[in-house]
């Protein structure tokens, strides 16, 4: 039994800055990698930023320097910080924890959240 949830989207203009939060809960027993990726309207989902258990850090060539992903293990949440903002941000984002969970077995896989909406105006 896992769920993710996502927080933190919302509208905000050019220049704006934006705080996307994850966190899983559930019978989790280890998190590996956590993601941030985003779907545009007419456009595949992206991965926009991942951070594994060691803290080692990637981003999509069109969000470096300006996001910023990071992750709490103790609260079982990652956080993706967005700065200078621009309209091309504009899309639902997405988290994603690759995680082993088990209570009486256990399975390992990913896990996808709902979604959040952001919305960047000119």
């Known amino acids: 039994q896992v769920e993710i949830v996502e927080s933190g989207g919302g509208l905000v203009q050019a220049g704006g800055s934006l705080r996307l939060s994850c966190t899983a809960s559930?019978?989790?027993?280890?998190?590996?990698?956590m993601a941030w990726y985003r779907q545009a309207p007419g456009k595949q989902r992206e991965l926009v930023a991942s951070?594994?258990?060691?803290?080692?850090?990637n981003y999509a060539d069109s969000v470096k320097g300006r996001f910023t992903i990071s992750r709490d293990n103790a609260k079982k949440t990652s956080y993706l910080q967005m700065d200078n903002l621009n309209p091309e941000d504009t899309a639902v984002y997405y988290c994603?924890?690759?995680?082993?969970?088990?209570?009486?077995?256990?399975?390992?896989?990913?896990?996808w959240g709902q979604g959040t909406q952001v919305t960047v105006s000119s």
């Open positions: 559930g019978s989790i027993l280890s998190i590996w990698d």
């Open positions: 951070i594994s258990s060691s803290f080692n850090t």
């Open positions: 994603n924890v690759d995680l082993v969970s088990g209570w009486e077995h256990t399975v390992a896989g990913k896990f």
